[in-house]
């Protein structure tokens, strides 16, 4: 595990598509699949980073909370699976299940969608308004394994919160810190 912060995509930057199999439905999920939604919101995580398992049940209450205000959600997982298995689709799948995500859970086995996002971690957090411009990239909130603070999803909270209000999103983000994405070995 390779300590890794966020790359910190311009803010504007308008969603990148993508074409991706949702590992619990088997259905294509595509920026499009939230045309309808004020908002939507790119994670990118995976099962065996201990940053992820620490704010993995959080995810889920997000994707609880906020799915019904109106915000599309979507998680991606990147993870090479030749070098880490463990986080191939069925475990992804399994994942899903046992922590109650009820959003997609999409494998980006290329890794182009991860390249495009710029995203470097996981997890790895991207916030875009109803026009899919990004308007938050950053940290779910300031706990991380060990250092003892709570996970409330805090800092992701107040601009999903933000944009459901149409109130402007803080433009001082902190960068989101975890485990590098395991890119496909050379």
């Known amino acids: 595990m390779a300590l ?3 790359t910190m995509l311009s803010l504007g930057t308008i969603a990148p598509d993508f074409q991706l199999p949702d590992v619990t439905s088997g259905e294509i999920i595509s920026v499009d699949t939230f045309k ?6 790119v ?15 959080e995810l889920a209450k997000l994707g ?3 799915q019904p205000l109106g915000i599309g959600i979507v998680a ?3 993870n090479s699976i030749k070098t880490h298995p463990q986080d191939g ?3 992804l799948k399994n994942q899903a299940e046992t922590v109650g995500f009820s959003f997609p859970y999409c494998y980006d086995e290329t ?14 957090f991207f916030l875009f308004n ?5 308007v938050y990239r950053g940290q779910l909130d300031d706990s991380r394994p060990g250092n003892n603070l709570p996970v409330t999803g805090a800092d992701l909270r107040a601009a999903l919160d933000a944009i459901l209000a149409d109130q402007p999103i803080n433009s001082d983000q902190k960068p989101s810190i975890g485990c590098n994405i395991k890119w496909h070995p050379q």
Not at 43 to 57: D, L, R, S, T, Y
Not at 112 to 123: D, F, I, L, N
Not at 130 to 134: A, N
């Open 43 to 57: 994670m990118f995580i995976c099962c065996h980073c201990p940053f992820v398992k620490h704010i993995e049940n």
């Open 4 to 6: 890794t912060a966020s």
């Open 130 to 134: 109803s026009d899919r411009q990004l």
């Open 89 to 91: 689709p069925e475990h």
């Open 111 to 124: 890794q182009e969608v991860a390249q495009a996002y710029t995203a470097a971690c996981t997890p790895d």
């Open 36 to 41: 309808d939604k004020k908002a939507l919101l």
């Open 76 to 78: 991606i997982s990147a």
């Open 64 to 66: 609880h909370d906020y």
